[in-house]
């Protein structure tokens, strides 16, 4: 069955070194992937998609990497703030791309330290 | 431009009561999906419809949960007969009719507790 994994351990870093994070998954190949931040208490916000003939895209101080060979995206923030903190949470398309049918992974907590 | 908008926040409820969530899809999206985050879990599908159509419920438990979008007003997820596992917080998100349907925005969710 379709499975992704993020690192659930929290990760720590400095205010303004990069962060990165890691999606993987396995079992398919999806038509796109998308990164979600997620606070406490709150719902999830859309910050990027990548689509798979794209190998990297970048907004502001994030970019996304989609490697399809390694079945895996990585997703980075570059002079990284205290204001970054949160749950990025990795989401794949389940099944059909045209479903709107979204598998999350667990997430992973970034803790920017000033 | 308001968001998705769900209410009650936060719905306490006794074991064997019914609940009822409540989903207004930001202005002009027409696909609304139904998501639920256990403790220490992460989200999980539930539901995706449509105005008047359920398109894909396989995330649904098959018993005691339905969920409907009528043609007026918010779309509904009802929990009958309530059990403490049905304690969860249970976000909606919608999506534009045309063009890309793959970015979702997402409500600020309903923290149910079950007691």
């Known amino acids: 069955s379709q499975k992704i994994e993020q690192n659930s351990e929290a990760l720590n870093i400095q205010e303004g070194k990069t962060a990165t994070l890691t999606c993987n998954y396995t079992n398919y190949s999806p038509a796109y992937l998308q990164w979600y931040r997620q606070d406490p208490g709150r719902g999830p916000v859309f910050l990027l998609l990548?689509?798979?003939?794209?190998k990297e895209k970048r907004k502001e101080r994030l970019k996304v990497t989609f490697d399809t060979t390694l079945k895996q995206s990585l997703f980075h923030i570059t002079a990284s703030q205290p204001a970054d903190s949160a749950t990025y949470l990795c989401a794949l398309p389940q099944g059909s791309s045209n479903t709107g049918k979204l598998i999350f992974g667990q997430g992973t907590t970034l803790q920017v330290k000033p | 431009n308001a968001g998705v908008m769900q209410n009650p926040r936060h719905l306490v409820r006794r074991r064997g009561q019914e609940a009822r969530l409540r989903c207004s899809p930001m202005?002009?999206?027409?696909?609304v999906y139904w998501y639920r985050q256990l403790p220490e879990e992460g989200l999980k599908f539930m539901v995706y419809l449509q105005k008047e159509n359920i398109i894909d419920e396989s995330g649904m438990p098959k018993e005691r949960f339905s969920a409907e979008f009528p043609k007026e007003g918010p779309s509904i997820l009802r929990i009958q007969q309530v059990v403490r596992g049905d304690s969860a917080a249970y976000f909606c998100?919608?999506?534009?009719?045309?063009?890309?349907?793959?970015?979702?925005?997402f409500g600020p969710g309903t923290r149910l507790t079950v007691t």
């Open positions: 202005k002009g999206h027409s696909h």
């Open positions: 990548i689509r798979e003939n794209e």
């Open positions: 998100a919608s999506s534009p009719p045309s063009g890309s349907i793959y970015e979702q925005y």
